[in-house]
């Protein structure tokens, strides 16, 4: 069993940066995919971006060239590096670690323009 923590949401104005965090209760190394996803209210979850233990990324074409995805295994941590941020990117955003299906509690992060 893992544990997915996310954090470092929080409000921000449009044009400006944030960086999530999403800590894992042990190690990362053996996880094939760790992705961030995100939900606004009355959306769905929809996947951000992904970073597979090849260190292979994905991104949706809404977040290409702002959002950079990276993990640090020894930290057993991924990061999404998210910049130039929109009021479109309001939402709460979370972690999936896979084999397992282990989700994160997500955390929020608010754009205002």
């Known amino acids: 069993q893992v544990q997915l923590v996310e954090s470092g949401g929080g409000l921000v104005q449009a044009g400006g940066s944030l960086r999530l965090s999403c800590a894992a209760s042990r190690s990362i190394f053996s996880m094939n995919f760790m992705g961030w996803y995100r939900q606004a209210p009355g959306k769905q979850r929809d996947l951000v971006a992904a970073?597979?233990?090849?260190?292979?990324?994905n991104y949706a074409d809404s977040v290409k060239g702002r959002f950079t995805i990276s993990r640090e295994n020894a930290k057993n941590t991924v990061y999404l590096q998210m910049n130039n941020l929109k009021p479109e990117d309001t939402a709460v955003y979370y972690c999936?670690?896979?084999?397992?299906?282990?989700w994160g509690q997500g955390t929020q992060v608010t754009v205002s323009s």
């Open positions: 999936q670690g896979l084999p397992g299906n282990y």
């Open positions: 970073i597979t233990s090849g260190g292979i990324t």
